[in-house]
């Protein structure tokens, strides 16, 4: 029987690799660091880094915006350790949570990011999400979401039945996370981001299955 990892267990024991690996194996990400460092405003002070993991993305956009106030949000705390020994004298306020349940607040950020962590979970725990970052952002802010998508629903749909079967033979609930990738279609990643209330919603960056979009509230 195939098994998959919970989602915890999988990233704590690939701490330690899991920069090279990113950087170096995943196709796109490398490019997509650094130009999603780009599109940060310049007049952002303030961030929202869903599933931040080491700080990858942190790392270019501090390049740019060194004094920018980070929040931080990740499942793992090894993760956050090593985002933290990075970036000591950073301003971050690094939470240890799921982002489907900590609060972010209301009309806070300047700006909103997530790189390569959304593609485990289906359409309605997304939209879901997006309704509360898009509550989170200031009016006049954007969201800016890398992520592995793919292009046609076949695709889509075959990853997401696979999840199901092994979840089914495994007897596991879907609210537990366990690591498996259901990456979504552009198009229907565009569809939840303005279902959620975002207006604009464009793709800027897609290098292999590496897929940077940009939407605004």
């Not at 209330?197 to 290098?207: A, D, I, L, T, Y």
Request: glycine share 6%; aromatic share 10%.
């Amino acid at each position: 029987m195939e098994t998959i990892e919970k989602m915890t267990d999988f990233f704590t024991s690939r701490v330690e690799g899991y920069d090279e690996h990113m950087l170096n194996t995943v196709e796109g990400c490398r490019d997509a660091y650094k130009y999603m460092a780009t599109l940060v405003p310049d007049t952002a002070q303030s961030l929202l880094d869903l599933g931040c993991g080491t700080g990858l993305e942190l790392d270019e956009i501090f390049k740019i915006h060194p004094t920018i106030l980070v929040t931080g949000i990740d499942l793992t705390q090894a993760m956050l350790d090593k985002l933290r020994q990075k970036h000591p004298q950073k301003n971050m306020n690094l939470l240890c949570g799921s982002y489907f349940e900590l609060p972010f607040g209301s009309n806070i950020f300047d700006c909103a990011v997530s790189f390569q962590t959304l593609h485990h979970f289906t359409h309605e725990k997304k939209t879901g999400l997006y309704r509360k970052l898009y509550d989170a952002l200031k009016t006049g802010s954007i969201y800016i979401e890398c992520d592995y998508m793919v292009e046609s629903q076949e695709a889509e749909e075959l990853y997401f039945r696979e999840n199901e079967r092994i979840r089914r033979e495994m007897g596991l609930s879907d609210d537990e996370f366990y690591h498996y990738d259901t990456p979504c279609t552009i198009t229907n990643q565009i569809t939840m981001l303005k279902t959620a209330g975002f207006s604009n919603v464009k793709q800027v960056f897609r290098e292999e299955n590496t897929t940077i979009l940009v939407a605004e509230k």
